[in-house]
């Protein structure tokens, strides 16, 4: 099945630095989300992107898909943005989802 | 506005016993997930669903079954419930054609004792 790798695996920012985010995985995918964990536990979809580049408030997303990589920037970060943002490749509306990368922005 | 509704929230339940999780979702979505998040997995599929009465195994259904009896209503059954099923489970929906409408709701969080 689909393997996915996200790093790195925890991340710390002062407020206004920006954050870069990977994602491997290992079949082809004919779908990308990002989504986003709150330290709450919410989670919410960021943005779909399964090739090319996107973006989205301040956020981008560049997805390589012939060599099964996505990047998340997150530019300007927020204490707001603190939480776990969560990869997720897959086809068929049938995601797998990486153990995600963990965000702390201190003020 | 347009929700997935998990319930209960939380749960304790007795080794052996029987668990129903409930999923509404008010979206007009085909799909519908069910998955557990534990520490050092991360999120996992159990089961899901794109029609009503008709379920699909996901990557880890074992000791799980599911129930889709309306597009609107999914749930997640575990028949005899054993300690390693102590996790969150989170149900979600989306729609074909539309990925980001990706839609979760808000877990439950079942302990098994």
């Known amino acids: 099945g689909q393997q996915v790798q996200q790093s790195p695996a925890s991340l710390v920012l002062q407020e206004g630095e920006n954050a870069e985010l990977q994602c491997n995985f290992s079949s082809t995918a004919t779908q990308l989300q990002w989504f986003y964990q709150s330290p709450g536990g919410s989670l919410v979809s960021l943005l779909s992107n399964p090739s090319g580049t996107k973006h989205t408030g301040r956020l981008t997303s560049t997805t390589v898909t012939k060599e099964r990589r996505s990047s998340l920037h997150i530019s300007s970060s927020q204490t707001t943005d603190s939480g776990t943002y969560l990869c997720?490749?897959?086809?068929?509306?049938?995601?797998?989802f990486g153990k995600g990368t963990s965000l702390v922005v201190h003020p | 506005e347009a929700a997935v509704t998990q319930s209960p929230r939380s749960k304790v339940a007795v080794t052996g016993g029987k668990v129903t999780l409930s999923c509404h979702q008010t979206n007009n979505h085909d799909y519908m997930y069910w998955y557990r998040q534990d520490t050092g997995h991360g999120l996992r599929l159990i089961h899901y669903s794109y029609v009503a009465d008709s379920t699909e195994k996901g990557d880890i259904p074992d000791g799980y079954k599911a129930s889709r009896p309306s597009q609107e209503n999914f749930s997640l059954i575990l028949e005899l419930a054993s300690l390693s099923q102590t996790a969150v489970y989170f149900c979600?929906?989306?729609?074909?054609?539309?990925?980001?409408?990706?839609?979760f709701g808000s877990g439950t969080r079942l302990l098994v004792i």
């Open positions: 997720a490749p897959g086809g068929n509306y049938k995601p797998t």
């Open positions: 979600a929906s989306s729609v074909r054609g539309r990925d980001s409408d990706y839609t």
